[in-house]
């Protein structure tokens, strides 16, 4: 049974990092592609940043800059390098991989202080 474990949220001062990663078990396939979504208080799930098998990267407008996906497909696993947070930041950032259907993580909570 597959599963994606994230770690990495807590708390931070605004222009802070953080840095999440989810790791996928219990699969042998490659997942493509594997994506960060997260969703605030009261909002709807966004899509934050994805990346496909071959690296190939695509980043909500509201992080380009500041983020960072990368993967090591050798682990199955994917990581989000989050620079210079904001407050706006502040949510539950789910991490989603796709291999003939969705599987996402549980979830992990980021807050960026003001």
């Known amino acids: 049974q597959v599963q994606l474990v994230e770690s990495g949220g807590g708390l931070v001062q605004a222009g802070g990092s953080l840095r999440l990663s989810c790791a996928a078990s219990?699969?042998?396939?490659?997942?493509?592609?594997m994506a960060w979504y997260r969703q605030a208080p009261g909002k709807q799930r966004e899509l934050v940043a994805s990346i496909s098998s071959g690296g190939r990267t695509n980043y909500a407008d509201l992080v380009k800059g500041r983020f960072t996906i990368s993967r090591d497909n050798g682990k199955n696993t994917v990581y989000l390098q989050m620079n210079s947070l904001k407050p706006e930041d502040t949510a539950v950032y789910y991490c989603y991989a796709l291999h003939g259907r969705s599987y996402w993580g549980q979830g992990t909570q980021v807050t960026v202080s003001s």
């Open positions: 219990g699969s042998t396939f490659s997942f493509n592609p």
